[in-house]
């Protein structure tokens, strides 16, 4: 594998009606990208929102041309949003957060060793190291995402400890195999990402990461959660069927970039 420091990166961040944080996301990333000196880029996936989400990248973008929007057809989200933006992506390794930095960015080295030491994916981990936690979730959260642990190594049988942080880093190989295979478009394409890993013979190694709850989640416990568990019979329903078996490029929309401007080299 090429050295870490030879490597370029892009790092992907999906964002709806994220305009209260976005600001400050945007200056601690864009400034530890710098002080790392790394060659990267990075790439917010605007998943139609509603607020001045758009109007903020695009005014960080005037300061910093190592920033790129990308702008989807609409709310399509989570899952579509990440695909989005690692396929119109350039680096060698591809890095997708949270808008809210729940994982601070600081975590991302954790996520590069893991590649060089062999991975060819890695995910941030909330429970494989429990008081790296820094604010946990409510008891109910807690316990539905459990729930949800047991369900994914029951029906796709996924091992990991921790399938739903939004903290995970990809080789541009394993990234342009699998996510033009993903289907599911919202809150269950975590599992769906690992399952294919599996499938096609990906290292994926699970990295415990600093990690604290950020009010302001729009997930509902019951109603996504229902959501989700029918995404995972979705995913064994597709992979029985053949859906995964070709390679079903999904084409990614085309990366826009400020007027007149090209998109920034990486």
Excluded at 37 to 64: F, H, L, P, Q, Y
Aim: hydrophobic share 40%; net charge positive; charged share 25%.
């Amino acid at each position: 594998m090429i050295p870490l420091n030879d490597m370029t990166y892009s790092i992907v961040i999906p964002a709806y009606n994220e305009s209260e944080r976005l600001g400050a996301t945007l200056e601690k990333v864009l400034t530890y990208v710098r002080q790392q000196g790394w060659d990267a880029e990075v790439i917010v996936v605007n998943d139609g929102s509603k607020d001045n989400t758009a109007e903020i990248v695009r005014a960080c973008a005037e300061k910093n041309p190592i920033l790129r929007l990308l702008e989807n057809p609409g709310n399509r989200g989570k899952g579509y949003s990440v695909r989005n933006g690692i396929l119109n992506s350039r680096g060698d390794i591809v890095v997708f957060s949270d808008a809210d930095l729940s994982s601070p960015i600081e975590e991302m080295p954790k996520l590069l060793e893991a590649l060089a030491a062999g991975a060819d994916i890695a995910i941030g981990s909330r429970w494989l190291r429990a008081e790296l936690q820094t604010h946990r979730q409510s008891l109910h959260r807690q316990v539905f995402g459990r729930i949800f642990n047991a369900l994914n190594r029951i029906i796709l049988g996924l091992r990991f400890k921790d399938t739903q942080c939004g903290f995970k880093a990809f080789t541009r190989r394993a990234a342009q195999t699998i996510l033009p295979l993903q289907r599911i478009e919202r809150w269950g394409f975590d599992p769906e990402i690992l399952f294919l890993a599996r499938k096609f013979g990906f290292r994926v190694d699970e990295v415990p990461v600093r990690w604290g709850h950020v009010g302001g989640t729009r997930i509902n416990p019951l109603m996504d959660g229902a959501r989700m568990f029918q995404e995972m019979l979705r995913i064994r329903w597709y992979d029985m069927t053949g859906k995964y078996d070709g390679r079903i490029a999904v084409a990614a929309q085309p990366a826009k970039t400020l007027p007149g401007r090209p998109a920034p080299r990486v």
